[in-house]
C-alpha cells in the first residue's frame, strides 16, 4: 500500500484575531506546520497548536518565515545569509521550546511563503535554511518542494545530512515550469473540494500534476499540503482524506514512513 502525509500549516492567529480552522482541520491531517511568530502566530497560539497536534497524534514541524506580519511573510524581503540562518534558529529553536514542554518532539521543518520560494530559486538561500535546520537539530526533516524545481533544495539538504521530504500542493495551481502559480493572478488557490482532492490522488498515486497549460508535471511527492487559511480547507482534507482510502493509499505522519 502506498503512503503519504498530508500536512496543513497552521497556528497563524495572533493575539485577538483568529485565522484558519486548525481545531477542524487537525482532525484529519497527519502533519502540522506551526508558524514560529514570525510571520503569523505568537507564544500563546504557539503553545495552543503543540498541544492540540499532541493530542491528535499529529506530527508537529516549525513553519519558519520572514519577521513580516503585515505581509504574512508573503512579501521578499532583502535579507543577508547570515539574517537568514539567525531568523531560522530562533525561529526553530522557539517552537522546539514549546514541543519540550509538552513533552514531544519537533519532526520537521517546512519554510513558509516567500522564503519557501526564494530557496527554491536561490541556492544561497536555500544553503543558508538548510544549514539553520541542522545546526539546531540535524535529525529534522527537511521539507522541499517536489519535482524539478525543488532539486536546489533537495540537494543542499542532503549535502549537509538533512532528511528531506517532498511536498505537493493539491490545492495550489502549478505553472508548466512547476513553479506554484503566483497568488496574484487568478486560479492560484483551488478550493473546490472535489478538484483537489482528484489532484491529491493523482499527485500520490501517479507521481503527478497537470499545469495551469494542461501539460503534465512529473512529482515525486511525500507529503501534500493543504492551506489552512483556505475558507474551504476542512471541506478540502476530507475529502482528500476520503479519496485515498477509496484508492488504497495510507495517510500517516512523514516521520513513520520517510
Known amino acids: 500500500m502506498k503512503a503519504i502525509d498530508l500536512n496543513s500549516d497552521m497556528g ?38 503543540v498541544k492540540m497536534a499532541v493530542d491528535h497524534g499529529v506530527g508537529i514541524g516549525a513553519h519558519p518565515g520572514y519577521p513580516d506580519l503585515l505581509g504574512f511573510g508573503r512579501r521578499n524581503m532583502n ?10 534558529v530562533y525561529q526553530i529553536g522557539a517552537l522546539e521550546a514549546f514541543c519540550k514542554v509538552h513533552g514531544t518532539r519537533l519532526c520537521h521543518v517546512k519554510p513558509h511563503g516567500a522564503l519557501y520560494l526564494t530557496a527554491v530559486e536561490n541556492q544561497e538561500v536555500a544553503r543558508a535554511v538548510a544549514g539553520a535546520i541542522v545546526g539546531v537539530n540535524p535529525d529534522l ?28 500542493f493539491p490545492d495550489r495551481a502549478y ?36 499545469a495551469v497549460d494542461g501539460t503534465t508535471i512529473p512529482l515525486e511527492a511525500q507529503t501534500l499540503c493543504v492551506h489552512g487559511d483556505t475558507p474551504t480547507a476542512v ?6 482524506r476520503r479519496i485515498l482510502k477509496e484508492n488504497s493509499v495510507e495517510v500517516k505522519p512523514m516521520a513513520k514512513f520517510v
Not at 12 to 39: P, Q, R
Not at 144 to 162: F, T, Y
Not at 235 to 240: A, F, N
Open 12 to 49: 497563524e492567529s495572533f493575539g485577538a484575531y483568529k485565522l484558519g480552522m486548525d481545531e477542524e482541520v487537525i482532525k484529519h491531517i497527519t502533519s502540522a506546520n506551526i508558524a514560529c511568530g514570525w510571520h503569523a502566530g505568537d507564544p500563546a497560539v504557539m503553545d495552543k497548536t
Open 79 to 88: 535579507c543577508t545569509l547570515k539574517d537568514v540562518r539567525d531568523y531560522l
Open 141 to 168: 526533516f527537511y521539507v522541499a518542494l517536489a519535482g524539478k524545481k525543488g532539486e536546489r533544495m533537495r540537494k543542499i539538504g542532503q549535502e549537509v545530512g538533512l532528511k528531506v521530504v517532498y511536498e505537493a
Open 175 to 210: 505553472t508548466p515550469e512547476g513553479n506554484l502559480l503566483s497568488r496574484k493572478l487568478p486560479g492560484a488557490v483551488i478550493k473546490d473540494p472535489e478538484t483537489v482532492s482528484k489532484r491529491a490522488l493523482k499527485m500520490a498515486k501517479e507521481g503527478r500534476v497537470i
Open 235 to 240: 471541506d478540502l482534507v476530507k475529502s482528500i
